[in-house]
């Protein structure tokens, strides 16, 4: 493992942010998908979140999780948890998500692939901001003018954004592989769902058109404002675990994060 910048560090040829456990990462790159295993790709912020919530709404018919922090147990972030974590905790159905270049992933033609890509200067900005947010990149303070050059050199998780999508574009055509936008998915939804659904299955397609009303119920979940709602709630709880039982039941990548964050110097409140 060596030190890229304050922000990451690079493991086996990967940037990863630094508040990640080694272990799980080491453990991500030797998952092994299995038959009908769906792993939604991308590189960070180019509608990681809204896939997922749609592929899982896809294979719940829209029935809603029993609390908002399933969304991550149903849909796992690889590279945060690892492999062995990963598959344990699963709400199934589910589908797993992985930030992993192509070349670090191990493919499987009994395997379905769902690859989301954005405009890089929309992916920049948003990308901006969730550094910003998230306490483990201590990035609170940092200026847009420092993350550009960080995300121009490649300096940033998962490295250079066009290293990242054109090896992926060109498997667009592979059979077991699903290439779409964030900008398809924010002019024509629906269309982007079905072709989604028809991808995972001929049946879950066959299903939405002949049960109008639960892809309305798909679609209205899936709306920013009823995704915004579960999301914060579930990274309220996923960031704000106190007493030691639920800690313990928690994957170790997820651990390893929130001692990461509570050993971090904390900010002095302004009178």
Not at 118 to 137: A, E, F, I
Not at 233 to 243: I, R
């Amino acid at each position: 493992m060596d030190v890229l910048n304050r922000f990451c560090v690079i493991i086996e040829g990967v940037n990863v942010p630094v508040f990640f456990s080694e272990e799980c990462f080491r453990s991500a790159l030797n998952f092994k998908p299995k038959k009908g295993d769906i792993i939604i790709v991308t590189y960070p912020k180019c509608g990681t979140t809204w896939m997922q919530n749609l592929v899982l709404n896809i294979l719940r018919k829209g029935e809603p999780f029993e609390k908002p922090s399933d969304f991550y147990f149903a849909s796992p972030f690889l590279d945060q948890l690892g492999a062995e974590d990963s598959e344990k905790i699963m709400i199934r159905p589910g589908c797993y998500k992985t930030h992993l270049p192509l070349h670090k992933i191990l493919l499987s033609d009994d395997a379905k692939y769902i690859y989301v890509a954005r405009n890089p200067k929309d992916c920049c900005v948003s990308y901006y901001h969730h550094m910003k947010s998230l306490p483990g990149y201590q990035f609170a303070d940092g200026t847009f003018e420092e993350f550009f050059d960080l995300f121009i050199k490649g300096e940033v998780e998962s490295g250079n954004y066009l290293d990242h999508l054109l090896p992926w574009y060109n498997m667009r055509n592979r059979p077991n592989v699903f290439f779409t936008t964030y900008e398809k998915m924010k002019s024509d939804f629906q269309s982007v769902a079905m072709d989604i659904a028809a991808f995972i299955d001929q049946k879950e397609s066959k299903y939405f058109v002949d049960n109008p009303h639960v892809l309305e119920r798909v679609l209205h979940n899936c709306s920013f404002v009823e995704m915004k709602k579960m999301i914060n709630e579930g990274l309220s709880f996923l960031y704000n675990v106190k007493d030691s039982d639920t800690l313990a039941r928690l994957p170790k990548g997820r651990q390893h994060i929130l001692r990461y964050n509570e050993s971090l110097p904390k900010k002095k409140r302004k009178n």
